[in-house]
């Protein structure tokens, strides 16, 4: 039988969506999608689908942290993502492993503090202890337009915030940020990625679809997937955001609300 090949391993941190959308369903199948081979240490029960979450359940801190040291001890990681951290008890189980065992492997940090519904994903302070405690052990932190106002704190409506956001989370001490437009208006998306050497603006038409639900989730584990394969953070990020915007456009139309994306693209396409 002919083995599959598999470049770069991810370890992903974050929490569960049932209906497959987003949390580590989505990652894992955009890791997988892109080449990539996925774990995954489980933060959170969530009970959703793409009409909105209805209930959360924390996992423990300790089973959070043992999955984490599990899964580096034995299998290894290129890169971690790290999504849903919903207390601060989560967060801080994620940090105190990082700092043990994964100091040199580059880290995404994607704030998820909302949910595309709406609803609330992270307790009172978690925001806090994101910027504070982990976009210093980040390589990118990959924000919303919302979640980067939560982060730094002042209003963020257009490319200059966009920007003004990245440059607050460099101050804070992540290596570099991805500040996301795509919850803005406008007829295009705006994404800016600020990093020591610059500012790159990523600007492309909006698609019109309400297939959007888990696009964070998937911008940032395509971007730890890249890293994992040994490349560049800016080349990295373009390819994840066009992965991203093909999974928009040819997503499969289902649920009734924000539909999830087609993850597998690049797979069927290639069977074609």
């Known amino acids: 039988m002919k083995t599959m090949s598999c470049r770069g391993r991810v370890l992903i941190v974050a929490g569960s969506d049932p209906s497959g959308g987003?949390?580590?369903q989505a990652d894992i199948k955009t890791v997988t999608a892109l080449g990539g081979y996925a774990a995954a240490a489980v933060t959170a029960l969530t009970v959703q689908n793409t009409r909105g979450v209805t209930a959360v359940m924390q996992a423990p801190s300790d089973i959070i942290n043992g999955q984490i040291r599990a899964v580096l001890d034995d299998i290894g990681a290129d890169a971690i993502k790290i999504g849903m951290l919903g207390d601060l008890t989560a967060a801080e189980a994620v940090e105190e492993a990082l700092k043990s065992v994964a100091r040199d492997i580059p880290i995404v940090l994607d704030p998820v503090l909302i949910a595309t519904s709406g609803h609330s994903l992270a307790?009172?302070?978690?925001?806090e202890f994101l910027v504070r405690r982990l976009a210093p052990l980040a390589a990118v932190v990959t924000?919303?337009?919302d979640e980067a106002a939560s982060l730094t704190g002042f209003p963020?409506?257009?490319p200059a915030d966009l920007a003004r956001a990245g440059r607050d989370l460099?101050?804070?001490g992540a290596a570099a940020a991805l500040v996301k437009g795509g919850h803005l208006t406008g007829e295009d998306v705006v994404d800016v990625l600020v990093d020591p050497a610059g500012e790159i603006l990523f600007r492309n038409p909006r698609i019109a679809s309400t297939?959007?639900?888990?696009?964070?989730?998937?911008?940032?584990?395509a971007i730890a997937t890249g890293l994992a394969q040994g490349m560049a953070l800016r080349p990295a990020v373009a390819?994840?955001?066009d992965y991203v915007r093909e999974a928009i456009r040819t997503a499969?139309?289902?649920g009734s609300g924000a539909g999830p994306l087609n993850h597998a693209h690049p797979v069927t396409e290639a069977k074609k």
């Open 252 to 254: 499969p139309g289902l």
């Open 156 to 158: 963020v409506s257009g």
């Open 123 to 127: 307790q009172k302070g978690v925001a």
């Open 211 to 221: 297939s959007t639900h888990g696009t964070g989730c998937t911008l940032s584990s």
């Open 239 to 241: 390819r994840a955001i």
């Open 170 to 172: 460099l101050r804070a």
């Open 143 to 145: 924000p919303n337009a």
């Open 22 to 24: 987003a949390g580590i």
